[in-house]
């Protein structure tokens, strides 16, 4: 069948590893020194390996592909113990994999009495009955979907009634509706970012937006990610934009976007400086840095 699946490039990876335990169904491995697909029918195709990886050198690209198997991948997964299982099984709940997730409970379920945890645990998961911290209970690879609360200490907001200008200068801006061929990309400066960036950062529109014109994506939860690096590919080429600043999150699945940005910049027969700014959850900046 015709399905999305990891894609390993042998040439850029180099074997560190970081990928593994951020698989969770047990697809990949290291093998002679370079990470390999060693199953495709464990591999969801959800791509929680990709923000781990500190070269880019997983992408997902959809082909035929042996069908996914949950039973397999659920049965193989109970030996390696309970943060892994929960680990999987809220990475299936967060991504929506509601058929997977039901295969999965159905299985532990009917095996219940050789699990090394209790069915109580399961449910108590699954319906957030009891919080689970990083240090006693299962993480997740889809860490940006963790919920955070955090005290916002000497905020000020504007107390004069004056409203703050837009500096958005085009319509649309998600990546899906955008025109490459439109004009108003010729030669603009352009910035690509992550959904989230914008409701993170105070002065987004100030110090971002500003002068730019604008592309916005989730590289997590949207489809169809190869037409956005075919459009990023247009508007060096094409449009012939003049530089690129890409506004990503610190969570790991958000590097999917900068990563999409560096294969376009790669693929384009033009050259354009990209700039690189991962916003912290709390809304600081983390790091800002041409690439």
């Known amino acids: 069948m015709i399905r999305e699946i990891v894609k390993i490039d042998e040439e850029l990876c180099n074997g560190c590893g970081d990928c593994v335990p951020n698989c969770h169904e047990g697809a990949l491995q290291i093998i002679d020194g370079k990470a390999r697909l060693i199953s495709e029918l464990m591999?969801?195709?959800?791509?929680?390996?990709?923000?781990?990886?500190?070269?880019?050198?997983?992408?997902?690209?959809?082909?035929e592909a042996e069908d996914y198997n949950e039973e397999v991948v659920i049965a193989q997964?109970?030996?390696?113990?309970?943060?892994?299982v929960f680990a999987h099984l809220k990475h299936l709940q967060e991504h929506n994999e509601t058929e997977f997730l039901n295969i999965a409970l159905s299985y532990i379920k009917a095996n219940r009495e050789s699990l090394?945890?209790?069915?109580?645990?399961v449910h108590e998961l699954m319906?957030?009955?009891?919080?689970?911290?990083?240090?006693?209970?299962?993480?997740?690879?889809?860490?940006g979907s963790?919920?955070?609360?955090?005290?916002?200490t000497?905020?000020?907001?504007?107390?004069?009634?004056?409203?703050?200008?837009?500096?958005?200068a085009q319509w649309p801006v998600q990546m899906h509706l955008i025109n490459p061929a439109a004009s108003y990309f010729n030669g603009a400066d352009l910035l690509v970012a992550a959904d989230c960036a914008g409701f993170a950062y105070g002065n987004f529109h100030k110090d971002f937006i500003d002068g730019k014109k604008v592309v916005i994506a989730c590289p997590k939860l949207d489809q169809g990610k190869e037409i956005y690096i075919?459009?990023?590919?247009?508007?060096?080429?094409?449009?012939?934009?003049?530089?690129?600043?890409?506004v990503?999150?610190?969570?790991?699945?958000?590097?999917?976007?900068?990563?999409m940005v560096q294969m376009a910049a790669q693929q384009a027969t033009r050259k354009v400086p990209v700039k690189e700014v991962v916003i912290g959850i709390k809304g600081n900046i983390l790091q800002e840095e041409w690439v």
Request: glycine share 10%; proline share 6%.
């Open 116 to 121: 090394p945890f209790s069915i109580k645990e």
């Open 230 to 246: 075919q459009k990023l590919t247009r508007l060096i080429d094409e449009s012939k934009v003049n530089t690129i600043t890409t």
């Open 77 to 84: 997964m109970i030996s390696k113990g309970k943060n892994t």
């Open 127 to 143: 319906h957030g009955e009891k919080e689970h911290s990083n240090q006693d209970g299962p993480g997740c690879g889809c860490a």
């Open 146 to 152: 963790a919920p955070v609360s955090f005290e916002k």
């Open 154 to 168: 000497g905020l000020r907001m504007a107390t004069d009634n004056t409203n703050i200008p837009s500096a958005l």
């Open 43 to 63: 591999c969801d195709g959800l791509g929680a390996c990709i923000g781990h990886c500190p070269v880019d050198a997983i992408t997902i690209e959809k082909r």
């Open 248 to 259: 990503i999150m610190e969570v790991p699945c958000c590097g999917g976007l900068a990563q």
